[in-house]
Structure formats: C-alpha cells, structure tokens
C-alpha cells in the first residue's frame, strides 16, 4: 500500500487494515541453547506429564497376552524414567546458560528486582487479566511477569525433580538418585513423595495451558514475533523515531 | 546371671542336638546363613545371656501374638525359656508389687547391658494420662527403662511410628519410641510385624551383642530394605500392564497385578513377599488382597485402601488429586476460552489503539 495514502482509525470508522508505516528494528532475543533447551524442554515435560499419569491411571488395554509376552507399562515407566534425566540434565544447562547467555536469558530477567520489572508485572496483569493497557512498552525478553513465574515453575521443576528421584531411588543403586533420600522422611515416607509428585503433575497441565495460550495473546497484542522468537529467536522492536 | 544360653538351656533338660538345631534356625534367621552356625553356637556357648524388660504401651498386643507364631518354633521356645524376660505385662507369672520389682532389680543389676523391647505407642497429651502402669505414665517408664538400655528395639508400627493411634486427630498424641529416647532405636515396624523379622532382629542382637545396619528411618535394612513390590510375585504382571480391575474380574481369577486396586507394594518396605507369613504359608497379596503398607509410618491416613492415590484432604473421600487436578484444568481451560473470546469482541478496538499509536509515532 502506497505510504502517501495512510487511514487513520478515527472514533466510529471501522479500522482499517493498516497504520502509518512505523520501523522495527530485528532483535536476535532467544539463542539457540535457548530455544533448544524450550523445545526439548516441551517435549520432555509433555512426555513426563503422559507417562506420569499413566502410571498413576493405568489404562486398560491387551488383557488377551500372558504376562510374558508383553512389557507396555514397563515401556511407559521406561519412558518416564528417561524423559525425566533428559529433563534433569537440559535444565541444568538451561541455569548455566543463564550466566553465560545474553541479558534476556539471565538469570536476573527471573526476578523482579528492578523498579521498572516491578511497574511492568503492574502493566502485564492490566494487560493480561483486566485487558485495559493493551500495549506498551513491554520487554523485548521475558515481561518481568512471565520471568518471576517462570520463576516459580524452576521452583515446581526442582521439586518434581526432588520428588522423582527420590521415588527413582527404591529402584536404583547408583548415586545420583540416592542423593534425595532425604526427602522421604520429611513426607512422610514413600506414599507421600508419591502423592505430592502426582499433585504436582495439575501444576504442569495448568502451566501448559496458560503458558501457550499466553504466548499467542501476547503475540497478538505487542504484534512483533512472541510464538516464532522461539522458534527462529528474532522478536521485534519498534523504533522511535521522535522525542526522547 | 551371668550363665550363657547354652548353659541355662542344659539346665531346662534341652539337648545338645537340639540347641544345635535351634543354632541353625537362628542363624538362619537372622541371615547369617550356614557359615554362621558355628558362630552362633560359639556366642550362645559362651556370652552371657541378656536379660530382656518387654514393655506393653499402647497396642493391642498383635506383635506379641505374632513373635510366639515364628516359623521354628524352637527358636521361640527357646528364646522364652532361655533369655532373661524379666519382665512382660502378657507373659510373666510374677503381678503386682512383685512384677515392679522385677523390673527395677532388672534395670539395676543389669545396668547397660539389658535389651528394651517397646511394643506400643507413647500418649504424651495431657500429662501422658492415657497409658498408665502402676500410677506412672508411660513416658516416665520409659525414660526409666531405656536410660540404661543396651538397645531399644521398637515392635511394630504403633513404637516404630505411632499406627492407629496417631492416625489423625491422634487424640492421645501418641508418639514413637524414637522420638521420645536419645538413643538409637532399632525399628521394626508392621501391623504386626512379621513373627521371622522379630526373631532375626532378636537374634541378631543376642548373636552379635550389636545393632544390626538401619536405613535412614532406623529399620534394619535386612528386611525392610525392598519394597514388597519389588519381591512380589505378581511384579510380572504390574510390568506387563496386567491389572485387576474389580475383586471379582476375571484378571482377578488369573492372579493379575492389584495395583488399581489400591496395592500399597509400590511404597511399602517390608519382607512380606520374601519371608511371607505363619511359617511361609502365604502373605497378603498371594492371597488376593492389596498390600496396606502396614508398615509405613502413617498408613491409616494414606488410604483409602482400594484407592491407588489417599484422597485430598479438604475435598471429601472420593477425590483424589486427579479429581483436583481435573477440575483446575478444566476451570484454566474455561477461563483461557473465556479470555480469548474476550480478546476477540475488543479486537477492533485494540487495532484501533495500535494504529493510533502508529499514527502518534509516525
Ligand atoms: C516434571 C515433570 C514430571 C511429572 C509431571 C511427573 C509426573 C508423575 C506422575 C503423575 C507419576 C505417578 C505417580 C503415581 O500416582 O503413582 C509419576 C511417577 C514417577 N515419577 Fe514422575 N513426573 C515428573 C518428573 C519426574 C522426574 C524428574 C523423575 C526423576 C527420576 C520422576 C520419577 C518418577 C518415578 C520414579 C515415579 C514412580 C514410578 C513407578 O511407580 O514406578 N518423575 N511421575
Ligand atoms: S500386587 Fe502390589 S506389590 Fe505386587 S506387583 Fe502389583 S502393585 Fe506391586
Ligand atoms: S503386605 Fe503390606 S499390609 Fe500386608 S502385612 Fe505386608 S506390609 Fe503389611
């Protein structure tokens, strides 16, 4: 569309397709230990939220075979077991990538520790929940509300960690699992790690939930790249080109 | 005092073929195996024989019951009769002034050298009220009876971690043995413990005058060291996906897994499967019924006992956490729904906003 013949919205016009031409700038946000860890992240999580639960509910299938002929829930317990040392070992290189990486994946973007974060976890609820203040200046990283509940999910990730392992460990001899014993006691033995590592699991179903249907709302609303910055690792930034 | 097992048990009229046999079963017992016989008969020549105090708190007296059903019989036989059971409110003839008496002699005249054996919770509300021998509480006894122990052993799950009467609201505040003596205690916990586990851990500590290797929750690892799932033999049938889904199915008839009807094997440590009960006759789950965890602190709050998961607390005794985990996801599912369609009726008027700014900028 030719630039000359900008439409501008006015009260009670419908808007039109298209604004005054504004310049972004291209931001290289998430790299590539980034998105990687995001996606192996998903699918281990996703992986360890299926066969957690199937463990839980076993569901009912091949009751023709003879107990010999056939392993599937050891295949799912397989399965859980392997996605969650997958998981272990990409968050632990996702905490060192956060003091290696660039200022968006710091481990300081996590906490809202600056007046500005402060004001803009004001800004995103009056975005997100009220949805007034649809648009501003939101970070070009992780908005200071999505990094401090990101926050809280590490927290979740260590203690279904905590949980895992020390369930992990009555069948295992080697070291790593033996390592959160301790646990066990403080809930009161085994049935209790066992009913808080299940609970948990709603807290990863309820995340993913909110968690994708954010990222598409808040690509919608800011308008430069949220879902495929993860992908590809470019989001953009608008230029301001007056005053300031 | 001061006579070994072996003289003491000359003098009842046993025979030396019979206290060899009653070395063998004990050394088996306490997992010693072949090789140990000979170093069991070797202590039980020699050592002098402990003198042992059996205190009764609150139970129901299932692990006494229990201890004199062990599968050699001669052991049992022979450790009544032979070991110094001074004093036992089920067993000894002595009553009264007469049984105080014997206790406190015992715990005198044996100072450091006597094994406790607690069967029992402690009541430590009000003043300790609810269990008392003689005028005195419970705790007090206690106190008194372990100072000088040279071992505690805590029978069963109700002085191992407080069973029935801890379970919630635990009105008495019963309390374990170990969390009321400073020194190590040995526990040996079920509802009731297995007859061959009490004599093992008996055995072990009459043979090596030593406390046997404890996991961290003070239970010899000999026994309570696996988990009746990992022993169990139905394991196969759990790793094939083969469940008994109703107690009259029939996956049921063929002896399928019982974890959907709520086994306990999964969390629960104990011998059961290995050592089974009344002399290896069978044990819980061979018989068809899921395991309860009888041995795990706290289990009659775990249940209930055909439910995989204990139910949530605060929402009833049908939902478990799935039930809780479904209605929260459900209810962010709705609310996300809800929020989009939100989006979408102000979608005209957000474009409208960002093309004012557009505007302002350009
Ligand atoms: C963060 C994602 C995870 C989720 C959502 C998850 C979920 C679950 C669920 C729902 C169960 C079934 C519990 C039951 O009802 O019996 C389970 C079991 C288990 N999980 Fe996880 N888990 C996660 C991570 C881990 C990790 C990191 C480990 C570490 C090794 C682990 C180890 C185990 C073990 C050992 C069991 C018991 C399996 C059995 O019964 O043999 N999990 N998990
Ligand atoms: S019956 Fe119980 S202990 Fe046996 S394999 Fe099944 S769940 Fe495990
Ligand atoms: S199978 Fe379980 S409930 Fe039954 S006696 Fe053994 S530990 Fe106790």
Redesign the interface.
Known sequence: MPMSTPVVATGNATPVPNGQPVEYRRIYVWEMPVRVYHWINAVALVALCVTGYMIGAPIRMFYAAEAYQQYWFGWVRFIHFTAAFIYVFNFLARLYWGFVGNKYSSWAAFFPLKRSQRQEIVDVIKADVFEVKMHGPISTGHNALAGFIYFGTFLAFVFQTITGFALYSSMSNSWLPRMFNWIVPLLGGDFGVRFWHHLFLWFFVTFIIVHIYLAFYHDYIEGRGTVSSIIGGWKFDRVEKRGK | MGQSIWSSMQQKGYSRREFMQFCAAAATVAGFGQAGVAQVASAFEKKEKPAVIWMHFQECTCCSESFIRASHPIVVDALLDVLDLNYTETLMAASGFQAEKSLTDTITKNKGKYIVLVEGAVPTADGGVYCMIGGKTAESILQTVAKDAAAVVAWGSCASNGCVQAAKPNPTGATPIYKLVDKPVINVPGCPPIADVMMGVVTHLLVLGQVPALD??GRPKEFYG??VH?TCYRR????????V?SWDDE?ARKGYCL??MGC?G????NACSVVKWNEGTSYPIQSGHGCI?CS????WD?GPFYQ???SFPGFGIEST??T???V??VA??AG?AA??V??NI?K?G??????????K??
């Not at chain 2, 999964?266 to 440590?269: D, E, I, S």
């Open positions: 961290s929750q696996r988990r990992d196969p049938n759990y790793d094939a996906g083969l469940f889904e996956n974890y959907k306990k999964p969390v629960t440590y965890g795990e602190a706290g289990f775990n995989h998961l204990a956490a799935d809780v985990g479904t929260v996801g962010t599912l996300v929020h989009a939100v989006t102000r005209r957000v474009i409208a906003e960002v093309h004012a700014e557009d505007q900028e350009s």
